[in-house]
C-alpha cells in the first residue's frame, strides 16, 4: 500500500445540520477509498451552509519527482468541469444583452459549419451547451487530442463528419460544441475564452490557483502528475480544448466555485450571474435515460441543463459534472436544497469521485454513506474482467502467415476527410505508421497482424495498441481503417484514403 499522507481536515458543521454528521469518521472513510482504489493522490472539499467543513488530502503528488504530499491548494486537472464556466460566461452576456440563448451560431461565427445545412443554419447558441447536435458523444474528439490543430481549425473540420441523430433528438456528449461556445465568448466580448473566464470568474472569486495554461500547469510545483494504474504518465497540453476540459484548479478554488454557485451567482454583495441565467442553466435541456443503477437509488429523472447534469436524489435535485483526461478524474456536486457542494479531485482513473457524490450527500443527510465503496469496488473487479477478455479476444485475432503485399506498396500519404493525413514510411526496422496531426502521440512500428493488417502501438499510455486494416482491391491499396477500441475515441469512424 502507498504510504499515506493525511494533509488537512477542516472541521466545522452549523448547528442547522439535521444529522450530526461526524467528520473524523467520514476523513476515515476517505482514507479507506483512498486506499483501496490505489489512488496515487486525492483531494476532497466539502462546502456546507457556505463553510468548508471538510478538506482531506491523501498521498503523493509525484512519486518521481517526490514533491510531497497534496494540500488544498494542489493543482489538479479537472477536464470538463471547464463546460460550467463556459455556460456561466454564455449566462453572463446574456445577462448584458449582449447574447440571446436562441441566437443563431452563425450569426456570431460566420465560419461555423456542421455536415447538414439545415443544423448549420438553425443551431442556436442554447444548442451549444446541452449536448443534442446530432453527433454521438465524443464524436470529433481526436481533432483536438493530442493534435496541433488550433480550437478553430478543429471545429472546421467537424463538418466533414455526417450527424449520426436527428437535431434536437437524441443526447451526444459534444465537446466541440463546447469549444465553439468558447469561440462564441471571444466573438461577443472581444477577449479570448482564457481571458474572459480569468476576468469575469477567477479573479472576481478569488479563484488565483485556477489557469486554463498548460506552461503554467505543467511547471508549478504543487501539482498532482497524472497516472495511469499507478504509474505517472507524462502531461499532455490540453490548450487546444479550450472551453471545453482546459482548466486546472484545486480543492480550495473549487470550494469558492461550489459556494459562488450556492449563494445565487452573488459575491462579496455583487450578482455576477442573474437568478434567471442560473435557473436557465440548471433546468433540464436534453432528457437521459434513467437506468437500472438510478432506479434502485430512489433516481427518478436525469438530463442535461446548460453545462451541468441533472438529477434527484433522496427527493432533492442535484446539479453535477464530471471531468476526465487521461490521468485525472474529479466531480462535482451540489445539493442547493441542503446548501451542500462537493469537489473531488483525483490523478488516476476510477471511479471514487463519481461515488463521493451519493457518499457525501447520504454522510450530510446522516444515513449509511459507507456502502457505496464495497459496491463500486465489486464494479472494479467486474470491469477489469470484462476488459481482459476483451484484450485476449483481440490478440486471438492474430494471423500466423498474413497475406501481406509489398512493404513499399503500403508507403505514401493517406488522408481522412475529417481528421487529416496519415503517413505510412520506412524506418530502420520496418514499416511505420504516423497520424500526422498527433505525430508525437500516435506513431508506431507497424508489426503484421492479419491479412493486409498491421498491429501498431501508440505513444500514448492511455489507449491500446491499434491495428490498421488496409482496403486492397486487385492487389491496389485504397486506404486503411483503425481498430483501436477505447471509450473516448472514435478511430473506428476513420477511412484514410490513400493519395
Known amino acids: 500500500m502507498k504510504k499515506l499522507f493525511l494533509i488537512s481536515l477542516s472541521i466545522a458543521w452549523s448547528v442547522q445540520t439535521i444529522a450530526q454528521p461526524n467528520p473524523e469518521e467520514f476523513n476515515t472513510f476517505l482514507q479507506s477509498c483512498y486506499e483501496k482504489f490505489e489512488l496515487p493522490a486525492m483531494s476532497v472539499s466539502v462546502v456546507k451552509d457556505g463553510l468548508v467543513v471538510l478538506n482531506a488530502n491523501f498521498g503523493e503528488k509525484s512519486e518521481k519527482a517526490k514533491t510531497g504530499p497534496p494540500d488544498e491548494n494542489t493543482l489538479y486537472g479537472i477536464a470538463s468541469l471547464s463546460k460550467a464556466f463556459t455556460s456561466a460566461g454564455i449566462g453572463m452576456l446574456v445577462d448584458e444583452g449582449k447574447l440571446k440563448w436562441d441566437d443563431k451560431v452563425i450569426d456570431h461565427l460566420p465560419w461555423f459549419a456542421l455536415y447538414d445545412p439545415y443544423v448549420t443554419a438553425n443551431m442556436t447558441i442554447e444548442d451549444l451547451l446541452c449536448h443534442r447536435s446530432g453527433l454521438i458523444t465524443f464524436d470529433g474528439d481526436l481533432l483536438w487530442y493530442g493534435s496541433t490543430y488550433t480550437r478553430k481549425e478543429a471545429i472546421e473540420r467537424l463538418r466533414a463528419r455526417p450527424l449520426t441523430h436527428g437535431f434536437r433528438e437524441e443526447f451526444g456528449y459534444q465537446n466541440l460544441m463546447f469549444m465553439t461556445a468558447g469561440e462564441v465568448i471571444e466573438s461577443v466580448s472581444g477577449m479570448s475564452w482564457d481571458a474572459f473566464v480569468e476576468s469575469r470568474i477567477l479573479k472576481p472569486l478569488g479563484m488565483v490557483r485556477t489557469t486554463s495554461s498548460f506552461q503554467t500547469f505543467s511547471t508549478d510545483l504543487n501539482t498532482a502528475k497524472p497516472h495511469l494504474k499507478g504509474n505517472e504518465i507524462f502531461m499532455l497540453s490540453y490548450d487546444n480544448s479550450g472551453a471545453t476540459a482546459a482548466l486546472n484548479s484545486s480543492t480550495a478554488d473549487m470550494s469558492k466555485w461550489i459556494d459562488f454557485w450556492l449563494d445565487n451567482g452573488i459575491v462579496k454583495g455583487d450578482t455576477l450571474l442573474s437568478p434567471q441565467t442560473i435557473n436557465k442553466l440548471w433546468s433540464l435541456h436534453t432528457p437521459l435515460a434513467v437506468g437500472a443503477f438510478d432506479q434502485r437509488n430512489g433516481t427518478h429523472f436525469k438530463g442535461y441543463g446548460l453545462g451541468w447534469f441533472l438529477m434527484d436524489y433522496d427527493g432533492k435535485k442535484v446539479i453535477h459534472h464530471g ?69 485476449v479476444k483481440r490478440l486471438e485475432t492474430r494471423k500466423e502467415d498474413p497475406m501481406m503485399l509489398p512493404n513499399t506498396d503500403y508507403l505514401g500519404i493517406y488522408e481522412d476527410a475529417m481528421y487529416g493525413k496519415a503517413e505510412v514510411s520506412m524506418g530502420e526496422d520496418g514499416l511505420i505508421l504516423s497520424l500526422l496531426p498527433a505525430k508525437e502521440l500516435f506513431t508506431g512500428k507497424m508489426e503484421p497482424w492479419n491479412d493486409h493488417a498491421y498491429k501498431f502501438n501508440v505513444n500514448d499510455p492511455f489507449l491500446p495498441f491499434g491495428v490498421a486494416t488496409f482496403d486492397v482491391k486487385e492487389d491496389i491499396i485504397k486506404g486503411f481503417t483503425i481498430d483501436l477500441p477505447n471509450y473516448d475515441f472514435h478511430f473506428d469512424k476513420l477511412y484514410f484514403v490513400k493519395q
Open 323 to 391: 471531468g476526465g483526461l487521461p490521468g485525472y478524474i474529479s466531480k462535482l456536486a451540489l445539493v442547493p436544497e441542503d446548501n451542500l457542494g462537493i469537489i473531488t479531485l483525483t490523478n488516476d482513473m476510477t471511479s471514487v469521485p463519481n461515488f463521493l457524490m451519493y457518499a457525501v450527500i447520504d454522510w450530510a443527510n446522516g444515513r449509511d454513506y459507507t456502502k457505496w465503496l464495497d459496491m463500486f469496488y465489486e464494479f472494479k473487479l467486474a470491469g477489469n474482467q470484462r476488459e481482459q477478455e476483451k484484450e
